[in-house]
């Protein structure tokens, strides 16, 4: 955060509590994120050492929280607020969470990495303590009295002598606050309350606001209206890297109320309506120049580079020769696109030199940036707020909608909304990276491990590292030049790098004629992926089993997550019929919501293990719709078990992403349990 910003942060912040009245205001006086993930904010600085404003408790007793993490539908805005009422001593119907709006809220480098459980929430509860402790100091002045025997509970300040009845009733935030303003600091010494301790933490607590998104009443980007509000579309090339060479928009121009905006190669319109818009798109007469691209065939060819081993993967030679097995694959994964419920949109509006955008993304400071970029302007003169969104799934980093908007509603003199189409979000957003992957891998006679040679090409290098113990190994992630527009997604290359790790672990496993299960337990020392294995094993009837039956597992982000699958496969078709989830992630702090994202992550990982894949060639996408791009549907979805390990001894990690990276290798097992054919590429249907 740059010093503009900053003091913008600060004026709004000031004007904000203007109109609140009297109250807390916490500030966290420590940056608890590690150098590593500071360097990963963007240019944002680390958390501000001085008036960075977390929490308000207002005379009416409503508590403002606020962070610049955004609600995607994974009930980040539930979990926050329980995390403050835990340690606020208030129930979580009073809290008002304010997200994800660049003016109000502090610097955050975005909603991803599952950071938003180990990093945000933690943030608040230490922010939540510290109010909490200062409104008893508060309390202890106004009796005149120390603070033994003093302490908050149901947002009030209560006097509990022992053995003794109190000196003093007990007095609610609110009147403590009337006519208050007090600055509390935050120390990483505050004294949390331990997991076993939780009240309303770790309970199944309705989603926030829930009722709104069942019946319609929540507004997306794509309901919001601002008066005076045009519409907006974007001409786009047939293929990509094509340049415009003419332009006819003599047609569009002449409709009613009808704004046509060129600048380059970018040219769109405005009109009063979105129908209108359309139809002033379709009168634009263009020619383009050029445009092309290669196709899947030649994919993995043009993934694949040319890599020195080094000295660790002639080491690994080395311990190959003395292999009573060994394994040598080639794995590889398509481009996926993320398919979000809701595509990208925004509704951006000018006033006096600033802009405003409203847009569903999981970056509203990196959407701010890339307005700021677009049209030369100071911290002050943008801003961005993020209604809750339709889901992102890594998808929704940029802001090209509200950029695209932005630049309408500049020429046109109006606010503008702007919503892609479906066949625009297939096309134009980025992609999941294909991958080509290869290992080489042996075991002794025992079945233990020696060597292990791994290498992504191009798809990254999330979860890389092999859990089990090996003596020789070489892990590397190479970066290639792709084809297509490529970025986050759920898990990152944790579902890919997962896919091969556990395949080739199975291969070996049947190779040496052992159990899978034996087999990864021989060769597992963690302790906490060995539990989630036996968990799921046990759950699933693993030594008793019938049909064809897979396993796999693995770890990310905090999370440790095993399945057991069952399958039936006739021909070409492959029908999952069962599947148990382990999965821990520390202390559970909703148990309803964490078996919600588990779902939503294996089924997520259905499609990618059977059937999605981007088809491209000549600089197009041949599959830019649901009816040729397949998702997994209610009759893919098998029943879901999920088995949560709660370990209130640890600190929670996040669970949006781990759950995707084991279903397709324990498919893949499975698979080869009734065929005797090892799927080595995802989509494994295809290549069946």
């Given amino acids: 955060m740059n010093d503009t910003d900053t003091a913008m942060l600060a004026f709004n912040r000031r004007r904000f509590f203007q109109i609140l009245g009297g109250g807390i205001l916490a500030v966290y006086l420590s940056d608890p994120l590690s150098a590593q993930e500071r360097r990963g904010r963007r240019g944002g600085g680390p958390r501000p050492m001085e008036v960075s404003a977390w929490i308000h408790i207002g005379e009416d007793g409503t508590v403002q929280v606020f962070t610049g993490k955004t609600e995607v539908g994974q009930n980040i805005r539930t979990s926050l607020a329980q995390a403050v009422a835990e340690e606020l001593e208030v129930p979580v119907s009073s809290i008002r969470m304010i997200m994800a709006d660049t003016d109000l809220v502090p610097f955050d480098a975005g909603t991803f990495g599952s950071r938003s459980t ?21 309390a202890v002045k106004q009796w005149g009295m120390t603070d033994r025997h ?39 010494n505050v004294k949390l309350r331990p997991a076993s301790d939780w009240k309303v933490a770790g309970t199944s607590v309705p989603k926030v606001d829930g009722r709104d998104f069942v019946t319609g009443k929540h507004d997306y980007t794509s309901d919001l209206s601002v008066p005076g509000m045009g519409y907006g579309k974007v001409l786009r090339p047939p293929r990509y890297g094509a340049k415009l060479k003419t332009l006819d928009d003599s047609a569009a121009k002449a409709m009613e109320g009808v704004t046509v905006v060129r600048d380059g190669d970018f040219v769109g319109v405005v009109a009063p309506s979105s ?11 263009a020619e383009w120049d050029g445009g092309e691209g290669p196709s899947n065939k030649e994919l993995f060819s043009i993934l694949k580079n040319d890599i020195d081993r080094g000295d660790a993967g002639r080491a690994v030679d080395e311990a190959l020769k003395s292999a009573a097995h060994r394994v040598e694959q080639t794995y590889t994964v398509q481009f996926i696109a993320h398919a979000p419920l809701e595509p990208r949109a925004g509704v951006a509006e000018w006033k006096d030199g600033k802009v405003t955008a409203w847009t569903g993304t999981q970056r509203p400071f990196g959407v701010k940036d890339e307005l700021m970029q677009a049209f030369s302007l100071p911290g002050d003169k943008a801003r961005v707020i993020v209604p809750d969104t339709g889901s992102g799934y890594g998808g929704k980093h940029s802001g090209e ?45 025992e079945g233990e491990l020696l060597a292990w040679d791994f290498h992504n090409h191009n798809s990254g290098g999330a979860a890389i590292e092999t859990p089990y113990d090996v003596p020789a190994k070489n892990v590397r992630s190479h970066g290639s030049k792709s084809p297509l527009r490529q970025g986050s997604y759920r898990g990152l290359a944790a579902a890919a790098n997962g896919f091969a790790r556990e395949s080739v672990m199975d291969e070996l496993a049947a190779a040496a004629g052992i159990d899978p299960l034996e087999f990864r337990l021989k060769n597992l020392r963690n302790e906490r992926l060995r539990a989630v294995l036996e968990a799921a094993a046990a759950s699933f009837g693993w030594k008793d089993r019938k049909g064809h039956c897979g396993i796999a597992c693995g770890i990310d982000k905090g999370g440790y997550i095993a399945n057991c699958v069952e399958v039936e496969v006739k021909g070409k078709e492959v029908k999952v019929v069962r599947i148990v989830a382990a999965f821990e992630c520390g202390a559970v702090v909703n148990p309803v919501h964490l078996k919600n994202q588990i779902e939503g992550s294996i089924v997520m990982g259905l499609g990618g293990a059977l059937f999605e894949a981007i088809q491209f060639g000549g600089g197009k996408i041949l599959n830019p719709a649901f009816s040729t791009y397949r998702v997994p549907r209610f009759s893919d979805v098998p029943p879901i078990e999920i088995v949560l390990v709660n370990r209130k001894d640890l600190p929670s990690a996040g669970a949006g992403e781990c759950p995707i990276m084991a279903i397709a290798p324990a498919i893949g097992s499975a698979v080869f349990a009734a065929t005797g054919k090892r799927p080595r590429a995802m989509p494994m249907l295809p290549e069946m």
Avoid: C, N
């Fill in 118 to 138: 180990p990093d945000m929430a933690l943030h608040l509860r230490k922010a939540a303590a510290a109010a909490r402790e200062a409104l008893i100091d508060l």
């Fill in 150 to 188: 003093v302490v908050a509970r149901d947002g009030k300040v209560l006097h509990q002598p022992l053995g003794k009845p109190p000196l003093f009733p007990p007095v609610s935030y609110s009147e403590l606050m009337k006519g208050q303003k007090l600055l509390a600091t935050v120390t990483d």
């Fill in 275 to 285: 129908w209108a818009a359309e139809k002033a798109l379709a009168a634009l007469k």
């Fill in 401 to 445: 909608a509200a950029v695209e908007a932005a630049r309408l509603a500049k020429v046109a003199g109006k606010p503008v909304k702007l919503v892609w189409t479906r066949e625009e979000e297939f096309i134009w957003a980025y992609f999941r990276p294909a991958g080509v992957i290869e290992v080489k891998a042996g075991i002794d006679g």
